[in-house]
């Protein structure tokens, strides 16, 4: 199995070395030629408007688009908003999930925190909380179609959700030493 990372702005190292940690071979992907062969694909916290004007300017939107019809995709906080099919405001977005977000719904950096949640889905989640990392933080608004909500704060607001092989999380699971949900998408990619 190989990973892919999208290298193209944010903290992509962080997944990268998570990976690494885990035995599983990863490459970042910069390019449409650097998808092939690859299993699944984490799109990395960052600025979301950053990495679509990127993806659009390095041709990477419709093989983009192709690698999420087929394989496992994961956004975490800004990636979550780029593979999202409505944030709100003109940007380059994937629409791949059927999500909507909100970003910066936290508000500034200085008001970034972190909360453990359950997350029975998870390995040891029923025992073990995971402990999320917001930073400058989306949330997800509104979830329809196929997608499902996976996690969501105690006031009810979604942080994480599914469709089929496809992955959104509001926060940062690369800035932890829990590499549970690495380990999840890892099965989804399988």
């Given at each position: 199995?190989?990973?892919?990372?999208?290298?193209l702005?944010?903290?992509?190292?962080?997944?990268?070395?998570?990976?690494?940690?885990?035995?599983?071979a990863?490459?970042l992907?910069?390019?449409p030629?650097?998808?092939?062969g690859?299993?699944?694909?984490?799109?990395?916290?960052?600025?979301?408007?950053?990495?679509?004007?990127?993806?659009?300017?390095?041709?990477l939107?419709?093989?983009?688009?192709?690698?999420?019809?087929?394989?496992?995709?994961?956004?975490?906080?800004?990636?979550a908003?780029?593979?999202?099919?409505?944030?709100?405001?003109?940007?380059?977005?994937?629409?791949?999930?059927?999500?909507?977000?909100?970003?910066?719904?936290?508000?500034?950096?200085?008001?970034?925190?972190?909360?453990?949640?359950?997350?029975?889905?998870?390995?040891?989640?029923?025992?073990?909380?995971?402990?999320?990392?917001?930073?400058?933080?989306?949330?997800?608004?509104?979830?329809?179609?196929?997608?499902?909500v996976?996690?969501?704060?105690?006031?009810?607001?979604?942080?994480?959700?599914?469709?089929?092989?496809?992955l959104?999380?509001s926060?940062?699971?690369?800035?932890?030493?829990?590499?549970?949900?690495?380990?999840?998408?890892?099965?989804?990619?399988?």
């Amino acid at each position: 199995m190989e990973i892919g990372i999208l290298a193209l702005q944010g903290d992509f190292i962080e997944h990268f070395k998570v990976l690494q940690e885990l035995g599983v071979a990863a490459r970042l992907v910069k390019l449409p030629a650097h998808l092939d062969g690859l299993n699944g694909l984490i799109i990395p916290g960052g600025e979301s408007t950053t990495i679509g004007k990127l993806a659009v300017a390095y041709d990477l939107m419709e093989p983009l688009r192709e690698f999420g019809r087929e394989k496992a995709i994961w956004g975490t906080c800004a990636g979550a908003i780029f593979l999202s099919k409505d944030a709100k405001r003109d940007q380059p977005l994937l629409n791949l999930m059927d999500i909507e977000v909100e970003r910066n719904a936290f508000g500034r950096q200085v008001d970034s925190f972190e909360v453990d949640l359950p997350a029975p889905f998870l390995k040891e989640g029923e025992e073990v909380p995971y402990h999320a990392v917001f930073i400058r933080a989306p949330i997800i608004s509104k979830v329809f179609g196929r997608a499902k909500v996976l996690l969501d704060l105690p006031d009810g607001r979604i942080v994480a959700a599914q469709q089929g092989t496809l992955l959104a999380t509001s926060f940062h699971p690369e800035l932890t030493p829990d590499t549970r949900f690495h380990q999840y998408f890892l099965e989804l990619a399988a």
